[in-house]
């Protein structure tokens, strides 16, 4: 796996990824970031894509790793 954040990860992704892992919803970092859901999952997409991870538990160990 790689390392989070990247250099290529965007601050907004930081910013999910870092929210996600504090245990907050993607729902709720949607609406306390006031951006979409879809725009949230894409955040998200791009973040998996980035660290080679496929799932949001796993996205969360490497956060806190």
């Known amino acids: 796996l790689h390392s989070f ?3 290529r990860s965007s ?3 930081t910013q999910v990824a870092k929210l996600l ?3 907050h919803t993607l729902k ?3 609406e306390a970031m006031k951006i979409k859901h ?3 999952r894409t ?3 791009h973040i ?3 660290t080679g991870v496929r799932r949001q538990h796993e996205l969360v160990k490497l956060v806190l790793s």
């Open 5 to 7: 954040p990247t250099r």
């Open 11 to 13: 601050d907004l992704e």
């Open 21 to 23: 892992a504090k245990g």
């Open 28 to 30: 709720e970092i949607c």
């Open 38 to 40: 879809n725009t949230g």
């Open 43 to 45: 955040h998200l997409k």
């Open 48 to 50: 998996f894509a980035k």
